[in-house]
């Protein structure tokens, strides 16, 4: 089984500033890499697929990069409706497993 | 619009069973795989279970693996979670999932609480 870590578990930051979050694979996943956010009492909403590829209505400011163990994702600048909890998951290999999330909070 | 309603959650005993069913519109339902994911109350989520677009293949977490079964009738746009001998640790939101191409999930249902406690 294939392990996802993300880190940091919680991240403070302000409105406006740049959130990078990272997720790390315990073996190469290639690039078969989702990223999800889920507010409180809502379903995950698929943000990017691929690592990098912005799924459909999602803004610019989300970015995703890396491929193999190491990848990225990153809030240009944050928005009040960003503070919120995100997950990784790899879809390269049986079983299919998520990071156990970021929470983005308000500082 | 893609639309996702999970049904036939509730309070179970443990060792009971459960059918959770998932009715879709708004897409070919029959052209692509499905799956469930469950996230147990305060905690993170758990992939449980998928079935590609014509039953041929179903993959199951080690965690439910002989317990769960996963189903789809295709003429009736719905997805099913078959689950047997529940145990505490089964207590989740359960939440039925499209897949895309690859296995990660485009589209979600609000999810249907499952509570296993006597």
């Known amino acids: 089984e294939i392990m996802m870590t993300q880190s940091p578990a919680t991240l403070s930051l302000s409105p406006g500033e740049r959130a990078t979050l990272s997720c790390r694979a315990s073996?190469?996943?290639?690039?078969?890499l989702a990223w999800y956010q889920q507010k409180p009492g809502q379903a995950p909403r698929l943000l990017i697929y691929?690592?990098?590829t912005r799924a459909t209505g999602i803004p610019a400011r989300f970015s995703g990069s890396g491929s193999g163990t190491e990848f990225t994702l990153t809030i240009s600048s944050l928005q009040s409706e960003d503070f919120t909890v995100y997950y990784c998951?790899?879809?390269?290999?049986?079983?299919?497993?998520f990071g156990g999330g970021t929470k983005v909070e308000i500082k | 619009e893609v639309q996702l309603v999970e049904s036939g959650g509730g309070l179970v005993q443990p060792g009971g069973s459960l059918r959770l069913s998932c009715a879709v519109s708004?897409?070919?339902?029959?052209?692509?795989?499905m799956s469930w994911v469950r996230q147990a109350p305060g905690k993170g989520l758990e992939w449980v279970s998928s079935?590609?677009?014509?039953?041929?293949?179903?993959y199951y977490a080690d965690s439910v693996k002989g317990r769960f079964t996963i189903s789809r009738d295709n003429s009736k746009n719905t997805l099913y979670l078959q689950m047997n001998s529940l145990r505490a640790e089964d207590t989740a939101v359960y939440y039925c999932?499209?897949?895309?191409?690859?296995?990660?999930?485009?589209?979600w249902g609000r999810g249907t609480l499952v509570a296993v406690s006597s």
């Open positions: 708004g897409f070919t339902f029959s052209s692509y795989a």
């Open positions: 079935v590609n677009d014509v039953s041929e293949r179903t």
């Open positions: 691929r690592a990098s």
């Open positions: 073996q190469s996943v290639s690039s078969n």
């Open positions: 998951q790899q879809y390269n290999n049986w079983p299919l497993t």
């Open positions: 999932a499209k897949d895309s191409v690859g296995y990660y999930f485009e589209y």
